[in-house]
């Protein structure tokens, strides 16, 4: 199977690269499953319903959120509505939605996307993201219930992040983390057949401050005081991510590419 991961789909840049080259590279690249992180597609805070139509209309077959999950209030209505966006397993037990499920993909196969928090440096706690994660990888065995599973680890530390990997090698076909905005450099496939990389990236412009127009970070650096909010970059943007090549009998990675595809940042693909 052919999956196609992109991180966090940042403003208005963001949207507007998925909608024009999302549908080409699903062509190109003959892919079979596409999911997207787009919890920060609207205003750099959250995802709307009509937003999140927006990336499925272009190509997603899955959206997952993160902690701006309900930032935008009617996603409290649409998630429990749409399957195909997945909010945090570990979120609150209050909240709508569901943080994994099983999608069918082509060929009657079926894909586990499932999507947890990390606890590191972030501003809330949240439930153990190893347990919740644990729980829902016991059911759904791999060459068994799924011929193929996707982990958004979403979360500030890389040491989590690489701690998820490892926790589902073997277990997972891909651990691939969001939240930070920046793609690393570590994409790789663990013992055991789980393809890992510590953070996709963002879907924005890169002439920016982790998507954001720089003026104001800037400011609240240099000065500690606040003085405006902050607004995404709306230059061209950079769809960033992870595509992974599975077996359909083991659901193991046989392949892992970083992907840097249009705006300033060097490429990267399957084809490169």
């Not at 899955?62 to 935008?72: C, E």
């Not at 510590?198 to 982790?210: E, K, L, N, Q």
């Amino acid at each position: 199977m052919r999956i196609l991961f992109l991180g966090d789909v940042m403003g208005r840049a963001g949207r507007t690269a998925i909608a024009e080259q999302l549908p080409r590279l699903r062509s190109e690249w003959r892919l079979d499953f596409v999911v997207v992180n787009g919890e920060n597609a609207t205003s750099g805070a959250g995802l709307s319903a009509a937003h999140a139509k927006g990336i499925l209309e272009a190509g997603a077959d899955v959206i997952t959120l993160g902690d701006h999950a309900f930032d935008q209030k009617d996603m409290l209505q649409f998630v429990e509505t749409e399957p195909r966006v997945i909010r945090p397993l570990n979120y609150s037990k209050a909240a709508p939605g569901k943080g994994a499920r099983v999608f069918d993909a082509p060929g009657g196969r079926k894909v586990l996307v499932a999507q947890v928090l990390g606890q590191v440096f972030m501003k809330r706690a949240f439930d153990d993201p190893f347990s919740a994660m644990d729980a829902v990888l016991r059911a759904h065995p791999l060459g068994g219930m799924v011929n193929a599973s996707l982990v958004d680890m979403h979360c500030e530390a890389t040491s989590e992040k690489m701690a998820m990997g490892h926790f589902c090698k073997g277990r997972a076909s891909v651990v691939v983390g969001t939240h930070t905005h920046v793609p690393t450099g570590d994409a790789m496939i663990l013992p055991g057949g789980t393809a890992y990389l510590s953070d996709a990236g963002m879907c924005g412009d890169y002439h920016s401050v982790i998507g954001m127009d720089p003026a104001e970070p800037m400011r609240r650096f240099i000065t500690g005081m606040p003085k405006e909010r902050f607004t995404p970059a709306n230059g061209e943007a950079t769809l960033s991510g992870l595509y992974v090549e599975t077996d359909d009998r083991t659901g193991q990675a046989s392949r892992v590419v970083p992907v840097r595809e249009g705006g300033h940042l060097a490429p990267s693909g399957p084809h490169l």
